[in-house]
């Protein structure tokens, strides 16, 4: 397209690859994001998203102001932003940020696996500046997951690899195989958009054709990796998925399905070129989910991303549409029914969308 032709408000109608053309301009708007995002300030953050979102879809980098005209949703805040690294090749605003000082600290508390914005400003709020104060701390009180978080936290900061990610994926169909020779695991989540470089974690779908047999999958696999000594960590969240609870607003973000979250051992002798350290492993962060295989599509889409790519097909569902779309169903509102599918390309179809292959959804 050139600057003249039209941009969709959704990114679902928008390709979007990893090749970013206007990247100095995305990473300033998405500091102001995470900054609102700390705080937990929804109306600024789903601004500065979306605006960002379009610059990453545009086949032309962003040379003046007047370029941007017509645009959507790049507003006077975004438009703020852009004039000035056009202008001076930085923004004032976004260096502010970047040198505060609960900027930086929040954004290196939710860094560690388990932590989220309101225990980080917790422990911001108590003068806690650096992680070796927090685990000295004597009255702070880490979970499961964050005392694993703290422990792994050099090896799951550091990111996964796309040649890491391939050899997870090699070990967990291993252990599907040798557990339920019947199921089918599906890579998904950012390696499957093919995100090259890298990723925070790597996401698989497990499902079977036996009905009800998903239920078994995740304790099977877990029981396995724990065998061969390789879990390092699990939470497991058995399914609570309820056809009369779904489709809902309120849902929309999750799902009910039986899913792990996993901190694994992946061995240097599974990497070509190993990994770095010298101890001969690393720590990589895995999430399966496993859905009964009539929502199998749905889990898919739901789990495929990017974040934004999902935000935008729920609200083009629901506004374009009338129609409800989350990780387990799609619902018509007019209709009074749901609308199966067995297949992604079933569910845009449905939404009357063109199919958009998983590298165009790196929105
Ligand atoms: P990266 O892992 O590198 O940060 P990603 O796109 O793979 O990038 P994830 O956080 O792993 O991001 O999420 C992948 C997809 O799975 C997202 O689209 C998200 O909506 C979905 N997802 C993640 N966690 C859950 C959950 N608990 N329930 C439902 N959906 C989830
Ligand atoms: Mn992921
Ligand atoms: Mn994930």
Redesign the pocket.
């Known amino acids: 397209s050139s600057p003249e032709s039209p941009v969709s408000p959704y990114a679902c109608q928008r390709r979007t690859t990893i090749e970013n053309k206007n990247k100095i301009f995305t990473d300033a708007l998405e500091v102001l994001v995470e900054r609102y995002e700390q705080s937990e300030i929804e109306g600024p953050c789903v601004a500065f998203r979306r605006a960002a979102s379009v610059l990453k879809s545009l086949s032309w980098s962003i040379e003046s102001v007047r370029s941007i005209e017509g645009l959507p949703y790049v507003g006077d805040s975004s438009r703020t932003v852009i004039q000035e690294i056009l202008q001076y090749g930085r923004s004032f605003e976004v260096e502010r940020i970047l040198a505060d000082e609960r900027y930086q600290t929040l954004k290196l508390f939710m860094s560690v696996f388990g932590v989220g914005p309101k225990t980080a400003d917790k422990w911001y709020r108590q003068g806690l500046r650096s992680l070796s104060q927090i685990l000295a701390h004597p009255d702070i009180q880490l979970n499961r997951m964050q005392q694993n978080g703290f422990l792994h936290h050099s090896d799951l900061s550091r990111g996964v690899r796309a040649d890491e990610a391939r050899a997870v994926e090699a070990l967990i169909v291993e252990t599907v195989q040798s557990v339920a020779p019947d199921a089918v695991v599906t890579l ?4 499957r ?1 093919y ?1 090259s470089m890298f ?3 790597v ?1 698989f779908i497990v499902t079977t054709a036996e009905a009800g047999g998903e239920s078994l999958l995740l304790p099977l696999i877990m029981e396995r990796l724990q065998e061969q000594g390789l879990l390092l960590f699990q939470a497991y969240n058995p399914s609570t998925f309820d056809l009369q609870k779904v489709p809902c607003r309120r849902y929309e ?3 009910f399905f039986a ?1 792990c979250f996993l901190i694994l051992k992946l061995e240097g002798s599974r990497v070509q070129g190993g990994v770095q350290g010298d101890r001969g492993w690393r720590a990589v962060r895995v ?1 399966l989910v496993a859905p009964p295989i009539e929502h199998f599509a749905f889990t898919q889409l ?6 934004q790519f ?1 935000r935008d097909l729920r609200r083009f569902a629901r506004t374009e549409r009338n129609m409800i779309l989350d ?1 387990h169903a799609l619902y018509d509102k007019t209709k009074n029914q749901f609308l199966a599918a067995l297949t992604e390309k079933d569910i845009f179809a449905h939404l009357g969308l063109e199919y958009m292959e998983p590298w165009h959804r790196n929105a």
């Open positions: 998904s989540g950012g390696f958009r995100r990723g925070h974690d996401d973000a999750m799902d899913k999430d739901g789990w495929t991303g990017s974040r999902e990780n």
